[in-house]
């Protein structure tokens, strides 16, 4: 198990110091919110662009055989659940991910953690606050050729900075057929981050405040939860 009484303890001493309100946080992202152009709504399966149906199989899946497929589970209890047995669709992805928090120490020992407003389809209120970074392994290398996350230097240790923990989180099995993603909490250099220069989606929150949005509807989303946790 990691050590990371060391850092429990720069937390505990900020807490004593640190700013507690979660309102201008949430000011923040409600204007991001309203000055938002993202916009999603429900369309037939059969309407869905670049994704296909296998017709011996049925499975979902996309054409670039990347990101999740959909498939079907048979599941025997045992007496372990609510009935016997059961079938299912549930997601299929071949590889996990990384959810990071990534953290500096200020001149006055305050530790503040990066959020990032990011917009899902699925969200209510579309932008919610999510860890710093969240990217497959295959993004972070650019297997696709895409571009580069933010702060994927971080993520793969490229840029000066102590990883704090990392760990293996299971995503919740009842959708997804054993995936797992690393989660992690990474203290960069101090002054070395700007949310500015990550393209005006990212602010500094307290671990006090980011507690609080967890206490308000629908502005934290569950893997910050999960990646602060130990703390």
């Not at 060391?6 to 204007?31: A, H, K, M, N, Y």
Request: proline share 6%.
């Amino acid at each position: 198990m990691t050590d990371i009484e060391w850092f429990r303890d720069l937390v505990r001493i900020s807490g004593e110091r640190e700013t507690r309100d979660p309102q201008p946080l949430v000011r923040w992202i409600d204007r991001q919110r309203a000055e938002t152009g993202f916009s999603a709504e429900l369309i037939p399966l059969n309407s869905v662009r670049d994704w296909k149906r296998d017709p011996d199989t049925g499975d979902i899946s996309h054409e670039s055989g990347q990101f999740f497929g959909i498939t079907g589970v048979r599941t025997s209890a045992r007496g372990l659940r609510e009935v016997m047995s059961w079938d299912q669709p549930i997601y299929t992805q071949p590889e996990g991910g990384v959810l990071a928090m990534v953290c500096e120490q200020t001149e006055d020992g305050q530790v503040r953690f990066l959020l990032q407003a990011k917009a899902e389809p699925g969200n209510l209120g579309m932008l919610q606050f999510a860890p710093s970074a969240q990217a497959t392994w295959s993004n972070l290398r650019q297997a696709h050729q895409g571009k580069r996350p933010p702060l994927t230097d971080y993520l793969l240790e490229e840029t000066p900075c102590r990883l704090v923990y990392a760990a293996e989180h299971n995503e919740e099995g009842g959708r997804f057929w054993r995936k797992s993603n690393s989660n992690r909490i990474i203290l960069a250099e101090p002054g070395s981050l700007n949310p500015d220069d990550l393209g005006g989606l990212f602010c500094w929150a307290s671990l006090s405040q980011i507690k609080n949005l967890a206490l308000l509807d629908n502005y934290l989303n569950p893997f910050v939860k999960t990646i602060i946790a130990p703390l």
